[in-house]
């Protein structure tokens, strides 16, 4: 079964970035598309942000809207979460999911309709002075 292992974590201060990244292994079909959630302390995951496998274009939640990018690296298998100007809310583990269906095909809000199909194990960012 595919697996993702998420890494890049770490303490960051307040307007400082972080690279997140995610491996993808095990996937003998294209996946259909990517994203990163990220889940504070006493919260529910949320989405951050997503991506279509097929031609790359990005979906963000407007609480990231400028500050944060992803991208691929499909020789590599690699998706990347960079993000920056880092504020103390941005402080939760992220988690790199894979779901069913590309983004485009969603029609409601994407990250509400995700289907999960995968999971990684997260990785803890923390963003304090």
């Known amino acids: 079964q595919v697996q993702l292992v998420e890494s890049g974590g770490g303490l960051a201060q307040p307007g400082g970035s972080l690279r997140l990244s995610c491996e993808v292994s095990?996937?003998?079909?294209?996946?259909?598309?990517i994203g990163w959630f990220r889940q504070a302390p006493g919260k529910r995951r949320e989405g951050v942000a997503a991506?279509?496998?097929?031609?790359?274009?990005?979906y963000y939640r407007d609480f990231v809207q400028g500050r944060f990018t992803i991208s691929r690296d499909s020789s590599k298998n690699t998706v990347y979460l960079q993000m920056d100007s880092l504020t103390p809310d941005d402080t939760a583990v992220y988690y790199c999911?894979?779901?069913?269906?590309?983004?485009?095909?969603?029609?409601?809000?994407?990250?509400?309709?995700?289907?999960?199909?995968?999971w990684g194990q997260g990785t803890q960012v923390t963003v304090a002075s």
């Open positions: 095990g996937f003998r079909k294209r996946y259909r598309a």
């Open positions: 991506i279509d496998g097929s031609d790359g274009t990005p």
């Open positions: 999911t894979t779901a069913a269906h590309p983004v485009s095909a969603y029609r409601g809000r994407w990250y509400e309709e995700w289907q999960h199909t995968a």
